[in-house]
Every structure is written in structure tokens, then in C-alpha cells.
């Protein structure tokens, strides 16, 4: 009997351990990207031949464009690309369909831009996000919405160490 609940408090405090390892997982840039990537192709949600648009990453206090920005809307659009081809817009698409049509990344969020944006950039869906940094992580929140109807169909969160980043990515220098 008391081997068996010595077996049993082993096995438990294993499996508390290996919860803590996980709940503290944190990716490099790159496997943090990838697995978004990885989400959002294999999600039910999004049709397969839906055309995604990645654009609108700002800081989230501040709502500003850090370099960090374009930075993960080119690394994402690549991941997104291997995963799959021919459904993803390339950069240089979006800002001369935003320039057309005289608008922000930040003006993509109302209705009407969006909707506009969409039909002349053959785009289905953005791929958009915001990030956040404190003092040990940057995390990245990444969320698809549909262009017609605005609907969030996916959303996924990773954590970066902020060592990973060069300070002027973060706006820190």
C-alpha cells in the first residue's frame, strides 16, 4: 500500500512539474511565429482558399508603429507563406492598395476601410495583432478577422524573452 502511494506522489509531482515547464514556455521570434503560422493554416475556422492580408501590428500602450511592427508582419507573412502558398498577400500589395485608397493601417479597423481594402486587395481576411513589453517578455497577440464580417476567427498569444530583440526593435535605444 505504501509503495503504491509513494508511486502515486512520484507520478503526481511529475505531472505538476512538467504543467510548470509548460505553462512557462517561451518561444525565440522565429518557433513563436511558426507555431502562429502553423494555427492559423491548420485552423477550421479559415477557408483554405482564403487570401490573408498581414498588416496592423502596433505596440499595445501605445498604439504606435515600433520597428518591432514590420518586423513581424514580414517574419508572419513568410511563415504564412510556407504554410500556404498562393493565399497570402505580399507586403509591397498592401501598401500600395492602403496608398490607393488614402489610408492608415490604422484606418483597416473600420467597416467601411476594410471593406474597401479587401475588394481591391483580393484579400478575405487581415491578420493583424499587437504586442506588449515588460520587463522579462514581449508578448505577441495575433488575431484573423474576416474582412465582410469583421468577426475575430482566430486568436493566439506567445511569449518572446525580450533578450531576444535588438533594442531598437523595442524602441528602447
Request: aromatic residues 6%; proline residues 2%.
Amino acid at each position: 500500500m505504501k509503495k503504491h502511494a509513494f508511486t502515486f506522489l512520484l507520478l503526481l509531482c511529475g505531472l505538476l512539474l512538467a504543467s510548470n515547464v509548460q505553462a512557462a514556455k517561451r518561444f525565440t521570434l522565429d518557433s513563436a511565429l511558426n507555431e502562429t503560422a502553423e494555427k492559423i493554416a491548420s485552423s477550421g475556422h479559415i477557408p483554405a482558399k482564403a487570401n490573408l492580408a498581414v498588416v496592423g501590428f502596433v505596440e499595445s500602450t501605445s498604439r504606435s508603429r515600433l520597428p518591432l511592427s514590420s518586423v513581424l508582419e514580414d517574419d508572419l507573412t513568410s511563415f504564412l507563406t510556407d504554410k500556404r502558398p498562393r493565399h497570402v498577400l505580399a507586403k509591397n500589395h498592401i501598401d500600395t492598395v492602403l496608398r490607393e485608397l488614402r489610408i492608415t493601417r490604422d484606418d483597416l479597423f473600420d467597416s467601411r476601410n476594410r471593406k474597401q481594402f479587401g475588394k481591391l486587395a483580393s484579400a478575405d481576411m487581415i491578420v493583424s495583432g499587437n504586442y506588449w513589453i515588460n520587463r522579462q517578455e514581449v508578448i505577441i497577440n495575433v488575431t484573423v478577422v474576416d474582412i465582410e464580417s469583421g468577426l475575430a476567427l482566430l486568436s493566439h498569444r506567445v511569449k518572446v524573452r525580450k533578450s531576444q530583440f535588438a533594442k531598437y526593435l523595442l524602441g528602447l535605444d
